[in-house]
């Protein structure tokens, strides 16, 4: 996996309503106690980020007229104070507050997405923004990050909340600059904690080009390329149930036949879990037996530095759409043998598809399984003290 060096401070730009207290509708301002309510968990998780991880806490929010005679300031400070004093009497301390005051038809340069208000942190080599985060419920937030060319993670209770004219935009800036979205505290402080299991592998050999994307913590999202068709649709259980990004282009040899193709894809995904899973503290490291209509399939999997494979599955059929039978062997030995772990695979049933179907993914839950991680432990699940 590759690293990134930190030069400055990261920054968390936290928002304030929908993130850190909940949204005040129909008119979206906190300007009684009355709508006052705290976001579910906020309190424990960002503590716990304030506490344990190393980033400058700001809050930046869009207060629509405010000081004007529609939102009186008297109806405004009272609330925020209390707020702010909350949230330090737990220990979360905010560096600044950046308050904009515009209404959304003046197109202020200050108003969020706008960064104008983030001068002190844009060219300061003080600062490093390229591992800075916002923290926002709207898609303004998550365009804000991508304005300051930091990541966002997006509190998504209601995708429709924030400006019209990007609402289009939402595909791409969830490829180019969401890293998280989620709707739990809990969820943001595992992945700052943790941070995202991904690697982009490429394996080239004069028979196949190989290149395979990884995100060991994504939502199950997946474009597979082999030029088989049956493959590629394996590959995808993989993705979907194991819930993981996964990103395969393979280009072989396929007018000489399917066998290079489908080992060195093996050995290419073998190869890119291992590098994401260079280390290995808190993760669960075992992992499932899954049914399939008549069919019933057991993959046991240990993470645990050495290959190895068990394989009792049969077919009489020599091929799956275009893929012949006997190269599932040879597709899971690729992998135990790249990505150094053992795997026990067992499966009976009646129908050849059915079966397969449910090793691949039996296959996806018992990784699923294995690579949990748990944020509060440093554990590393080996009385010999290295995986």
Same mark, same amino acid.
């Given at each position: 996996m590759s690293t990134t060096q930190i030069t400055g401070k990261r920054v968390l730009f936290i928002d304030r309503d929908g993130t850190l207290i909940?949204?005040?509708?129909?008119?979206?301002?906190?300007?009684?106690?009355?709508k006052l309510s705290f976001?579910?968990?906020?309190f424990f998780y960002l503590r716990k980020i304030a506490a344990e991880l190393d980033y400058e806490l700001v809050m930046p929010t869009n207060q629509d007229g405010l000081g004007t005679t529609g939102f009186p300031e008297d109806t405004f400070w009272p609330v925020h104070n209390f707020v702010v004093n909350s949230l330090q009497s737990e220990? +979360?301390?905010?560096?600044?507050?950046? #308050?904009?005051?515009?209404?959304?038809? &003046?197109?202020?340069p200050t108003r969020k997405p706008g960064v104008g208000m983030f001068t002190k942190y844009i060219n300061n080599p003080e600062y490093d923004l390229a591992n800075s985060f916002v923290i926002g419920d709207r898609i303004t937030d998550v365009q804000l990050a991508k304005n300051l060319g930091a990541k966002a993670i997006w509190i998504n209770n209601d995708?429709? *909340?924030?400006? !019209?004219?990007?609402?289009?935009?939402?595909?791409?800036?969830r490829t180019s600059t969401i890293a998280l979205e989620t709707i739990h505290w809990k969820?943001?402080? &595992?992945? *700052?904690? *943790?941070?995202?299991?991904?690697?982009v592998h490429e394996r080239n050999t004069n028979e196949t080009k190989i290149k395979v994307e990884l995100n060991v913590d994504g939502s199950?999202?997946?474009? #597979?390329?082999?030029?088989l068709g049956f493959f590629d649709h394996m590959l995808d259980q993989i993705a979907?149930?194991?819930? @993981?990004? *996964?990103? +395969?282009?393979?280009?072989?040899?396929?007018? #000489?036949? &399917?066998?290079?193709?489908?080992?060195?894809?093996?050995?290419?995904?073998? &190869?890119?879990f291992g590098k994401a899973l260079a280390d290995k503290r808190g993760m669960e490291r075992y992992g499932f037996a899954l049914p399939m209509d008549e069919a019933d399939a057991k993959v046991l999997i240990d993470f645990g530095g050495r290959n190895w494979i068990v394989w009792n599955a049969t077919f009489t059929r020599e091929k799956i759409g275009e893929m012949p039978t006997e190269m599932f062997f040879h597709f899971f030995k690729s992998f135990s043998d790249a990505a150094k772990c053992n795997l026990n695979i067992e499966c009976h049933g009646d129908n050849?598809?059915?079966?397969?179907? !449910?090793?691949?993914?039996?296959?996806?839950?018992? #990784?699923? @399984?294995a690579v949990k991680r748990d944020p509060l432990s440093n554990y590393l699940p080996s009385t010999k003290g290295v995986l």
């Open positions: 909940n949204e005040a509708p129909p008119t979206y301002q906190l300007d009684s106690f009355d976001y579910p968990d906020v220990g +979360i301390v905010f560096s600044d507050v950046l #308050i904009d005051r515009t209404f959304p038809h &003046e197109n202020a995708a429709n *909340l924030g400006a !019209a004219e990007i609402q289009d935009k939402v595909a791409e800036l969820e943001i402080y &595992e992945f *700052l904690k *943790l941070g995202l299991r991904t690697v199950g999202k997946a474009v #597979i390329n082999t030029g979907r149930h194991g819930k @993981m990004d *996964l990103n +395969i282009t393979t280009h072989g040899d396929l007018h #000489i036949d &399917e066998h290079h193709t489908i080992e060195d894809t093996g050995i290419a995904l073998g &190869e890119a050849e598809h059915h079966k397969i179907e !449910a090793i691949f993914k039996a296959f996806a839950k018992a #990784i699923r @399984m």
